[in-house]
């Protein structure tokens, strides 16, 4: 897609980050903020893999996911940990109704998501490695496969540069205060942009 067509005037704001960092947590936290405005649009990713209560996610299988994918019921679609996911194609027409989307999502989907649409701002959620060490070997999912793997996965994107970097090692409502602060800076043309 050229710059011109690309998809707007809304903002897409992506949030991002390792294992471990508390990015649902944050979401929720942000969401329940800012449920008083509808301009703000939090995203349900669609993920082939079975729900729990950690992640705020629709399940589906994979043969479902291939023919949803191919349906365009996808606005955006990535593998990552040998599951699938998505987020709605219902997200275009919030954009093109200007109004902020949030989702969580992986790093490697951001230059899609760029290529796609007009307005992106990443926020990288993050923090010490042995914060994250902590939280994955208290998580207990076991569809993320082995605790060595899921820190490893953690050091392949160490040169992801994000627009907003939020350091969740404090209190979840210290970083829910910031992850609402960067979504609204996000939809006001405050930061982030078109990657160029």
């Known amino acids: 897609m050229s710059k011109a067509t690309r ?5 897409l704001v992506l ?6 960092a508390g990015k649902d ?3 929720a936290g942000a969401r329940q903020a800012l449920s008083g405005d509808e301009d703000f649009v939090f995203v349900r990713r669609i993920v082939t893999r079975p729900g729990n209560s950690a ?3 629709d399940s589906i299988d994979d043969a479902a996911f291939v023919r949803a994918r191919d349906g365009g019921a996808f606005g955006l679609w990535w593998g990552a940990h040998g599951n699938h996911y998505a987020l709605p194609a219902a997200i275009d027409g919030a954009i093109r109704d200007g109004r902020i ?15 796609r649409y007009a307005a992106v701002t990443t926020v990288l959620v993050t923090a010490p490695a042995e914060v ?12 993320d496969g082995p605790l060595g793997e899921r820190i490893k996965r953690n050091d392949a994107y160490a040169a992801f540069t ?5 350091d969740n090692s404090g209190t979840p409502a210290d970083g829910i205060a910031r992850l609402v602060s960067s979504i609204q800076r996000a939809g006001a043309g405050e930061t982030g ?3 160029a």
């Open 7 to 11: 998809i707007g005037p809304g903002h």
């Open 15 to 20: 949030v991002v980050g390792p294992s471990g």
């Open 25 to 27: 947590t944050l979401i």
């Open 55 to 57: 992640e705020d996610h």
């Open 101 to 115: 989307v949030i989702a969580n999502v992986s790093r490697g989907v951001i230059d899609a998501a760029r290529a």
């Open 132 to 143: 994250l060490a902590a939280r994955l070997a208290g998580r207990q999912r076991d569809s």
């Open 162 to 166: 994000a627009d907003i970097v939020i």
């Open 193 to 195: 942009g078109d990657g």
